[in-house]
């Protein structure tokens, strides 16, 4: 008489991490629909089964969990790139149009972000200094990346790279937010990749550009 193997039961740390990652989906789909504040621990934790004591087991606190979750959005960004870490030069903006083709797929991801962004320049929001820290470090590297496509001998001003690094990333987050309350309208993608051409052009043609200021 032969017997079956006995099923290897689940690691706790590989159950821990699962459960973790349950919570972190549920909060980005409550905080996506109802923002930080009105997004309760009750919804997020009848979501995946658990009591509101048992999400503040892993997680802490709900300021926490927001911090959590904007870093798991993160990561989603690059999963895909080889050493999971933006490129440099011209490859950054063609992964910036890629994550625009991918985020039209995944309306979710966008809505959170869009929602929390917005939230968090409000007093005392716990993603304040997150987003703010996310901006600045986005702003260098597309400027670091701008440079490496700029001519040499004819670079653009610094305050030029500034401002189109910001622009960049400024002409992403509104065109979701217009794709997020119109999306037959607004080929995400697209205007994406047709607004980072024209601020490169611009920038690219360095002192000689056409200025309105």
């Not at 079956?4 to 821990?16: C, G, K, Q």
């Not at 009848?46 to 009591?51: A, L």
Request: glycine share 8%; proline share 4%.
């Amino acid at each position: 008489m032969t017997t079956s193997p006995p099923r290897r039961a689940r690691h706790p740390r590989e159950e821990t991490a699962r459960r973790r990652e349950d919570i972190l989906r549920a909060a980005m789909a409550t905080f996506g629909s109802h923002g930080y504040t009105n997004g309760s621990l009750a919804e997020i934790a009848d979501q995946v089964g658990m009591t509101h004591a048992g999400v503040l087991h892993h997680f802490g606190s709900k300021g926490r969990l927001l911090l959590e979750v904007l870093e798991f959005r993160d990561k989603t960004d690059v999963e895909h790139l080889a050493g999971q870490h933006i490129p440099g030069g011209l490859d950054l903006f063609r992964h910036l149009v890629l994550t625009a083709r991918l985020n039209s797929e995944r309306r979710g991801i966008v809505q959170t972000y869009a929602v929390l962004s917005a939230e968090s320049v409000t007093d005392d929001h716990p993603g304040k200094d997150w987003f703010r820290t996310r901006y600045t470090q986005l702003r260098r590297e597309v400027g670091e990346a701008l440079r490496e496509v700029c001519d040499l001998d004819d670079p653009p001003l610094e305050q030029d790279v500034d401002a189109a690094a910001a622009a960049i990333l400024a002409v992403m987050d509104g065109l979701q937010v217009q794709w997020l309350l119109d999306p037959d309208a607004v080929d995400l993608a697209h205007a994406s990749a047709f607004a980072i051409e024209a601020i490169l052009a611009s920038a690219v043609a360095g002192r000689k550009r056409t200025r309105l200021l």
